[in-house]
């Protein structure tokens, strides 16, 4: 009778993805219930672990600055040993996808805007492009993307002290397509080849191509067979060939969401689409059931064991008025000043604290009441909704998501077998 | 604006507090920030690059309008409420109700009543009047609906698809089966049987109303037969009763007035048992998200919110309430009809997190080997692929599914909507089967 599993999780992004497959390793049987589709449209598709030190300072091995991290940062709460497995995850998930693992330290990832980006771990179809190489790069735009100037992209990076020369240019894509098409369309037109897209843009760009040893393109070469649409723009260039990891929707991030429901669906976790909207307890300090929300429908799906991995702010995972910021699903207590004037600085680029709010979790990863208690015996959080550390400014959002969905899913499933 | 500055003169503040009657869309506008997610969820913006894609036919436009002289771009008619937006949107946009309610204002101020598209839509969106009198004759309609000169003249005079097979018209719809069945009345005493049987109390107040849809009743009667057996298997008494269209063809061709009049008998007559303490089950997944999301969210009529709120998916009620996945894990179907079966997820059931329920409960059922053909839209999407300007969007769109389903074992087809079940066919010449059709072969 009623839904029933081991472990449920809430939440369906990288630290959501990440606890179920742990969870099920372990054994136990595992429902991942997710609000919406996986954010992970909205991810650059890059990894980071950790890329600025606290005290503001680019990062070459993310490990060295672990011990100078404040004690409530999720890092320091799990543990260098937490970090790597949730890597090895990571790399078991996204195989021929992704580079980087041959190295603890840290790449430089040329972003769409010219910045550079340090990262633990990026595309198989970014790698050509790092900023650490010295070989000149030629960008190539589209006309109609407009979310990716090339030339102004190869102007930053330039400015940014690259080792090499950059310069950027314009093609029209083979097909003209409407002035504001879908990400997706540049995709699946070089996936399918049916016009000879792959031949007839690499024709348009060697126009331009002035014998650079590497072309960068807006992250758009493939949904299904990036390998394939790189190789052959390779072979007809006479150059390496990269993407440029983009803004929402992003492609390296669709295909990594793919990969992890390819994962999912081999570990036998079953998705469900809709949001949690309230629980049940058994009334000795345990949740007993998740309630989701059904069009209208309230249905309590049970399990012995909850992960809360709902994201931050922007993931929704953290909810917030005038009066107060809260964690919408379990209830859990949010650290914050009391006077919201205080939740900001005015500085825009500000040290601001409401980037670190978040559910106060101890070395277990269970969320704790205001006077340390624990909240519920058997839930962990996972992830964004964790609070104590600055993703954004200190490039560690993946990696957080992994080290705590790595150890809070693996602890979720031995405590139900 | 800041919250410390006072607004200024100019500040018109736009359907803040609307009248009862319109929904408000502010809200969804606002929660937009672009993200274009939508759009790359969308399938007919996947296979027509003229389509400009749901952020536009939802928040955009819905600004846009704001503009005096500004009207509903056409392109609204080519959105096939596959809803596949709602679900994709992170930050909680209504885009369906945005597209159905600037799709009825399309057809109100830009149609013309006497065009032919009009009325071609709208005999294809009123498909129960034209199963209710087919069924009478279903023979004679079963012929002249697919003779070739007729049809050859519908899709001139009228832009309905020659190319499409009309669904066959059951010779016995499943309301008169019901009636020979003893009804009600039939449906109790079978109901105690099944309880004591089970060991339960044979007064256990298990009743539920089955909003069986048009579709069921008078082309695919068996789907509805399926439900009526599993559910008296598990002990619960049917009541069949008085229903229209859910208007799901309605919605899909911005006739909100014709669906607002079935709407009105639908709540007033589910709404009436769920008062005396029926659960409503729906086996079509566009009819209960119907009534679950779309009646809500575009009309109000009184008792609307209860009805919605008690409106279950008829497999989903059986897990939810019964042991379902045991039984069905106990059990065995025997038929090798069913032994291997490609499913097609609807977008109406991935909309109401349901995609993966059928494979779950199948996965410990002997004798039945389900295998999902992926998540693409069939792309039928009810009368859009019925038009005869729509027909090749909706076949390209059905591409990735026909391909899918060819490569799956098995050359019988699985899925909760019939609309998706007639591409499905359509596209690869496979049987189609509903999951409780499955259900009934296994415990019945």
Not at chain 1, 396 to 404: C, E, M, N, R
Not at chain 2, 207 to 232: D, I, M, Q, W
Not at chain 2, 292 to 315: H, K, M, S
Request: aromatic share 8%.
């Amino acid at each position: 009778m009623a839904i029933e599993d081991d472990v449920l999780v809430v939440g369906g992004g990288v630290a959501g993805m990440t606890a179920a497959l742990a969870a099920a390793d372990e054994g136990a049987s595992v429902r991942l219930v997710t609000k919406k589709q996986s954010t992970l449209r909205h991810a650059s598709g890059l990894v980071d672990v950790l890329g600025y030190a606290p005290d503001g300072k680019l990062l070459a091995d993310p490990f060295d600055a672990l011990t100078d991290l404040p004690a409530d940062h999720p890092y320091a709460l799990v543990g260098a040993e937490a970090i790597r497995a949730g890597l090895e995850r990571f790399d078991a998930v996204a195989g021929e996808l992704y580079r980087g693992g041959h190295t603890e330290k840290n790449a430089l990832l040329p972003t769409h805007g010219g910045t550079v980006k340090p990262t633990a771990r990026y595309p198989a179809s970014a790698a050509a492009g790092l900023a650490s190489d010295d070989r000149d790069a030629l960008l190539v735009g589209f006309e109609t993307l407009t979310d990716f100037d090339a030339p102004l992209a190869a102007e930053h990076l330039e400015a940014a002290g690259v080792p090499f020369d950059a310069r950027g240019a314009t093609v029209s894509f083979p097909g003209e397509p409407r002035a504001d098409a879908k990400v997706t369309r540049y995709a699946h037109a070089l996936d399918e080849d049916a016009d000879g897209e792959r031949g007839r843009l690499a024709a348009r760009v060697a126009r331009v191509h002035d014998g650079e040893p590497r072309v960068g393109f807006p992250a758009v070469l493939g949904q299904e067979h990036p390998a394939d649409v790189r190789a052959a723009l390779e072979a007809d260039l006479d150059a390496d060939v990269f993407e440029v990891p983009m803004g929402p929707p992003s492609l390296p991030g669709i295909r990594l969401e793919y990969a992890f429901r390819a994962a999912l669906d081999d570990a036998g976790v079953h998705t469900v689409r809709r949001p949690v909207v309230d629980y049940e307890t058994d009334g000795e300090g345990r949740l007993s059931a998740a309630v989701v929300e059904r069009n209208g429908q309230h249905i309590p799906h049970y399990a012995d064991s909850f992960v809360l991995a709902t994201g931050g702010l922007v993931g929704k995972g953290l909810d917030s008025d005038r009066e107060a910021v809260r964690e919408p699903v379990f209830d859990c207590h949010v650290p914050q000043p009391e006077d919201r004037y205080d939740w900001f600085r005015d500085e825009a680029f500000g040290e601001q604290p409401y980037a670190r709010f978040g559910v106060d979790v101890g070395d277990d990863l269970r969320p704790r009441d205001e006077d340390g208690r624990i909240e519920f015996e058997n839930l962990r959080a996972a992830g964004s909704v964790i609070g104590g550390y600055d993703f954004a400014t200190e490039c560690s959002g993946t990696g957080v998501s992994l080290a705590t969905g790595d150890a809070a899913g693996a602890a979720a499933g031995a405590d139900t077998q | 604006m800041s919250d410390a500055e006072s607004p200024s003169d100019d500040f018109e503040p736009i359907e803040v507090f609307p009248d009862e009657e319109t929904p408000d869309l502010r809200p969804g506008a606002d929660d937009c920030y672009k993200c274009s997610t939508c759009d790359t969820n969308c399938p007919v913006a996947e296979v027509d690059d003229d389509f400009p894609g749901p952020k536009f036919q939802g928040p955009e436009q819905w600004r846009l309008k704001r503009k005096e002289d500004a009207s509903v771009d056409d392109s609204i008619s080519k959105c096939s409420n596959c809803m596949r937006c709602d679900s994709a949107c992170p930050s909680d946009v209504g885009l369906s109700q945005m597209h159905n309610t600037a799709r009825a204002e399309y057809v109100e101020e830009e149609l013309s009543k006497t065009s032919l598209t009009y009325w071609r839509n709208r005999i294809l969106a009123n498909y129960r009047t034209s199963a209710f009198l087919a069924s009478k004759v279903p023979r004679i309609a079963n012929f002249a609906m697919n003779f070739g000169p007729a049809r050859w003249a519908m899709e001139k005079t009228l832009g309905v698809t020659s190319e499409r097979e009309f669904p066959e018209f059951a010779t016995e719809t499943f309301r008169e089966w019901w009636e020979r069945q003893g009804g009600a009345d039939g449906s109790r005493e079978r109901a105690r049987e099944a309880r004591e049987r089970r060991g339960e109390d044979v007064d256990a107040d298990k009743r539920v109303a089955y909003f069986h849809g048009c579709y069921a009743n008078y082309n695919t009667p068996e789907v509805a037969k399926s439900l009526v057996r599993v559910f008296e298997h598990f002990g619960y008494e049917l009541v069949v009763p008085e229903q229209r269209c859910s208007g799901t063809p309605m919605f899909a061709n911005g006739m909100l007035d014709d669906a607002e009049r079935h709407a009105e008998v639908n709540v007033s007559s589910m709404g009436d048992l769920i008062e005396q303490g029926y659960d409503a089950i729906a086996s079509c997944t566009s009819c209960s998200m119907a009534l679950r999301q779309e009646y809500p969210e575009l009309f109000d009529i009184d008792g609307i919110e209860d009805v919605a709120e008690n409106t279950w998916e008829a497999l989903e009620y059986l897990r939810v309430q019964e042991d379902l996945s045991g039984e069905l894990a106990g059990a065995e179907v025997e038929d090798e009809h069913l032994a291997s079966l490609a499913y097609h997820a609807p977008c109406h059931a991935r909309n109401q997190g349901l995609d993966g329920q059928a494979l779950e409960l199948f996965d410990d059922l002997a004798g039945v080997d389900a295998e999902d053909v992926g998540d693409s839209c069939s792309g039928i999407s009810g009368t859009y692929g019925w038009k005869e300007e729509k027909y090749e969007t909706s076949m390209k769109i059905g591409e990735e599914m026909f391909d899918h389903m060819e490569d799956a074992e098995g050359e019988v087809g699985m899925t909760e909507c019939p609309t998706c079940a007639m591409q499905m066919e359509h596209g690869t010449g496979y049987e189609i089967r509903h999951p409780l059709e499955v259900v009934a072969a296994a415990l019945t």
